[in-house]
């Protein structure tokens, strides 16, 4: 192999070690340490100026004792599960949404689309947290839906949205919609119109055209929007310490609050190692729709 | 080789007590302020293998989407079979469509491709069975069932998408640009291909196509539209030695079209002078024409022969001068600047070996054609 070639390969995989392996293996080691009170706040630390027995001693310090810790309390656990039921159905709410929106953007005049589009990603303008706080402004009980349904007499009393997991629902969709769109969209956009006009001619109404032909051939695109919404989701934090009050268990919070309220660096660590090996599956399997996809378009 | 007795012509258009199979009744389609047709009628006969030939832009895939519903006339009717189309939508007519870009569906296999369309009708699974692998023998597909569009040639989606069309047994079959995607050879082969299965099965077939060759190849009939309007209908042989007007002489073939105008001469024949000082050309037409009468005269190049001498039993002969030749192997075609200036292609076959060839570039030469060679054309 040439050198050129090699620089070329080796940029991105520096990179990946650099800022992916490097911390994780920094947050895996924490994860076997055990807490102190101390900067950093964990022992042991690797003392390379002692030589070999630095070392040895440094792992020989080393235990599974947080993972055991975290078997055992059934919040970290029951927060595991909560996780992955808020992530699950937010998923399937925002392809619920989203498909619609990307087969809209798909059937518009050509000359639309770009706008409907720039429409999708124009949020991504204004920082998620504003956009986050604003829906507060929104959903809560003082706030313009509330008010709207009450001068409107539609309601007497303000409807409790804020601090429940539906508004963690809500937020979620919210924020992960264009993730969900934007891959459906381009797997319907590059389909080929006459696949729908053969099916109607061979019979199928344009019902039964959309379930036999346009709804499988754009699986690829409904895999991949659903990992790109379930992946962040599973590990959100932002979205349900804001929407969702203290009542929505999720991993995300739980890590928060260990690294900042508990300050127990070790136990948050092994979380987020968890997290992590939770992921490794959806990440997989993702990997393997996108390859998939890559061999028949070929 | 014995001539078919007039009996066994398939012309059912001469007959006028055949029924067509498809009626277009004064159709204009119009897409905001452009008319794709104009006022169109045609009669399309059963078993019929009809070509739609012209430019793009033209209006045949119009005409054709028209005929299969995803287009419906802005103005009069299309009849199928004696029924009137209007209101009917594309999926409950007799009709089936071969797509330019085959359309095949990517997630099934070639099995589940032809067997698409009789899924939906909820033919029974055994008869379902017999039929797709019917239409698998009749593409030479049987190899491919299993396999996805995407693990096949090109020349085999071309046949899968042929046998998907045709597994309903349509009553008619339009073909858009079948050939289109394929590369020269393939092509020809696929032209004989297509009249063997239009001929196994019966069907009607509807061909667009804007190749003049394979329309000719394999039509029995052959429509020239141009502008939304249909410029001549006939069979292949009469569009190509009787085309009707200078624009379907030109689009069909080669030709050379020298404009002049008419001496009226005895008999059926006319004078058409076309340049100064020079003998006018003789030509047979049936046409009443009016002295002074401006027209085209169109001839083939290989109606015309190139000689060294005048050839005198010949009655139209000019002398000129080769600028260029052609050399296709089995014929060459001779660019001839007249006197006049004007230029004429001449096409011989090449009987002698390259190296002994009669003529070669600057020589002069007499070109010569009968009075019947070329046609007389006022539009």
Redesign the interface.
Known sequence: MNPRRLTLILVPYLWLLALFLVPFLIVLKISLSDTAIAIPPYIPKLDLSTGWHGITAFFADLDFENFVFLAEDDLYWKSYLSSLRIASISTLLTLLVGYPIAYGIAQAPEEWRPTLLMLVILPFWTSFLIRVYSWIGIISNEGLLNQALISSGLIAEPIQIMNTTQAVYLGIVYTYLPFMILPIYSALDKMDVSLTEAAIDLGCSRRQAFWLVILPLSRPGVIAGCFLVFIPALGEFVIPSLLGGSDTLMIGKVLWEEFFSNRDWPVASAVAVILLGILVLPIMLFQRNQERQQETDR | MAQPQPQNVFAPWADPAEKPLIRFEGVTKRFGDFVAVDDLNLDIYEREFFALLGPSGCGKTTLMRML?G?ENPSEGNIWIGGQNMKGI???RRP???M???Y?????LTVWDNIA??LR??GMDKDRMRVRVDEMLRLSRLEKFAGR?P?QISGGQRQRVALA??LA?APKLLLLDEPLGALDKKLRQDTQFELMDIQEKTGTTFVIVTHDQEEAMTVASRVAVMDHGKLVQVATPAHIYEAPETVYVADFIGDVNIIEGTVIPAQGNRVDITYAEGKPPIRAATDKTLVPGQRVSFAVRPEKILVSREMATERTNAVKGRIEDIAYLGNISTYHVRLDSGHLVSAQMTNRNRLERREFTWEDEVWLSWTETAGIVLTE
């Open positions: 299969a995803f939508p594309p999926n009709v089936n469509m797509f330019q870009s359309a095949l569906f990517p997630h698409f369309g939906r009708e996805k995407h998907r069309s309903k």
